[in-house]
């Protein structure tokens, strides 16, 4: 949710292969888009429960020293250090137990990781705490039918990634400070979010006119 920051532009919108420095975009989602999305696979899917992706926005944690550095996450410190103590606990249990505690030990680890691995995205070093990101965790397994949802960008090397096939709402496109020809880029750029706003539900969430500007930054070389 930083929007429009010097550090911001240098690390994220910058073509490092080409050498050009903060001169890319950044690109902010209506909020309601996320809302959207929930109501529309309640309503699609609420006869496959095993089916829905968890819509929901999270922010990340961030850590240090293995301490949640987050000044609005006190509660999930809590948990935080709960979960890690009962980890302890069970593997100071597992370690007492006779020989068959290795096969014990790997079950019990399958397990954990079943749990633990949709959430590991939401943890950070607190390098990153000027991010103040948030995430939307989308999982798949390895079935057949999950592994034909996942699709490839097309570089080399390729990224995964999983669309979930819902109407965003880009509500401001910002240029970064050093994007070249943004008189031309901006008209164009309006008239494409034009046309993709024309599928707001407006009744429900009031007029919004999508915008297009320049960073206001006064970048210096």
Same mark, same amino acid.
């Given at each position: 949710?930083? @929007?429009?920051?010097? $550090? &911001?532009?240098?690390? !994220?919108?910058?073509?490092? $292969?080409?050498?050009?420095?903060?001169?890319?975009?950044?690109?902010? @989602?209506?909020?309601?888009?996320?809302? &959207? &999305?929930?109501?529309?696979?309640?309503?699609?899917?609420?006869?496959?429960?095993?089916?829905?992706?968890?819509?929901?926005? !999270?922010?990340?944690?961030?850590?240090? $020293? $293995?301490? @949640?550095? =987050?000044?609005?996450?006190?509660?999930?410190?809590?948990?935080?250090?709960?979960?890690?103590?009962?980890?302890?606990?069970?593997?100071?249990?597992?370690?007492?137990?006779?020989?068959?505690?290795?096969?014990?030990?790997?079950?019990?680890?399958?397990?954990?990781?079943?749990?633990?691995? +949709? @959430?590991?995205?939401?943890?950070?070093?607190?390098?990153?705490?000027?991010?103040?990101?948030?995430?939307?965790?989308?999982?798949?397994?390895?079935?057949?039918?999950? &592994?034909?949802?996942?699709?490839?960008?097309?570089?080399?090397? +390729?990224?995964?990634?999983? =669309?979930?096939?819902?109407?965003?709402?880009?509500?401001?496109?910002?240029?970064?400070?050093?994007?070249?020809?943004?008189?031309?880029?901006?008209?164009?750029?309006?008239?494409?979010?034009?046309?993709?706003?024309?599928?707001?539900?407006?009744?429900?969430?009031?007029?919004?006119?999508?915008?297009?500007?320049?960073?206001?930054? =006064?970048?210096?070389?």
């Amino acid at each position: 949710d930083i @929007i429009d920051q010097l $550090n &911001m532009w240098s690390i !994220y919108s910058s073509d490092r $292969n080409g050498g050009s420095d903060s001169n890319g975009c950044c690109i902010c @989602i209506a909020p309601e888009t996320f809302e &959207m &999305m929930l109501q529309s696979q309640i309503i699609e899917e609420q006869d496959d429960q095993d089916d829905q992706d968890d819509l929901q926005l !999270y922010k990340v944690a961030y850590l240090r $020293n $293995n301490q @949640i550095v =987050n000044k609005d996450q006190q509660e999930l410190s809590h948990y935080f250090e709960l979960l890690k103590m009962l980890v302890q606990e069970l593997n100071d249990t597992l370690v007492r137990l006779p020989n068959r505690s290795g096969q014990l030990l790997d079950c019990v680890v399958a397990i954990l990781q079943e749990i633990l691995t +949709p @959430i590991i995205f939401l943890f950070k070093d607190a390098s990153y705490r000027a991010e103040h990101e948030l995430r939307l965790i989308v999982t798949r397994s390895r079935t057949r039918e999950d &592994m034909e949802r996942i699709s490839k960008t097309p570089q080399t090397p +390729p990224k995964l990634y999983v =669309n979930p096939y819902h109407q965003i709402f880009v509500e401001q496109i910002i240029l970064g400070p050093k994007v070249k020809q943004p008189d031309v880029w901006i008209p164009h750029l309006q008239f494409e979010l034009t046309k993709m706003w024309e599928h707001w539900p407006e009744i429900q969430y009031g007029k919004r006119v999508p915008s297009v500007r320049k960073s206001s930054i =006064n970048y210096r070389d």
